[in-house]
């Protein structure tokens, strides 16, 4: 090969490693977004109904189907004072968790179980806002604050 040949032939290298470095999130893992709604209406059949609350019932949301380890909600203020905060609601999976895209709170979410035995999602009050944190099936944590709003009569 000719010099010429060599200085084009590391220039594509040069010009398609740039490349490869600028588009490097196509190879990376699509980022969870966690989207909530508190709804005013019934929950549609077949949606489980949680405990009465004097809250509207929060759906949560993911961008992507996810296959869901744990999940707990707090109330936020103990989150951000204690590294050990009291769970409202804690949801674990043994093994074989079923991808969910979303789910309401106090539901019951295919796959998963209570942490304790027989304990239900604590009712969530007007107002307040929580943390919900979730851990999926590849080792992600992901947090997401909400509040809740009042039910309406």
């Known amino acids: 090969m000719t010099t010429k040949q060599w ?19 196509w190879f990376g893992r699509e980022e969870i977004h966690i989207i ?9 059949p077949g949606r489980s109904q949680p405990a009465p609350s ?19 909600v707090f109330p936020l203020h ?23 895209k979303s789910f309401t709170y106090g539901s019951r979410v295919p796959g998963m179980r209570p942490a304790a035995k027989g304990t239900q999602a604590e009712p969530l009050q007007p107002w307040t806002d929580y943390r919900l944190r979730i851990e ?6 992901v947090e997401h604050d909400f509040q809740a709003v009042p039910a309406r009569p």
Request: no cysteine; proline share 8%.
């Open 7 to 25: 200085v084009l032939a590391g220039l594509v290298l040069l010009l398609g490693g740039i490349s490869l470095y600028l588009n490097r999130d």
């Open 36 to 44: 909530h709604r508190s709804s005013p209406r019934p929950l549609p």
């Open 54 to 72: 004097p809250s509207s019932p929060v759906l949560f949301g993911f961008n992507q189907k996810l296959r869901l380890v744990e999940l707990k």
């Open 78 to 100: 103990e989150a951000e004072t204690n590294k050990y905060a009291h769970a409202i609601w804690h949801l674990v999976s043994d093994s074989n968790s079923v991808p969910v």
């Open 136 to 141: 999926t099936a590849d080792k992600v944590r």
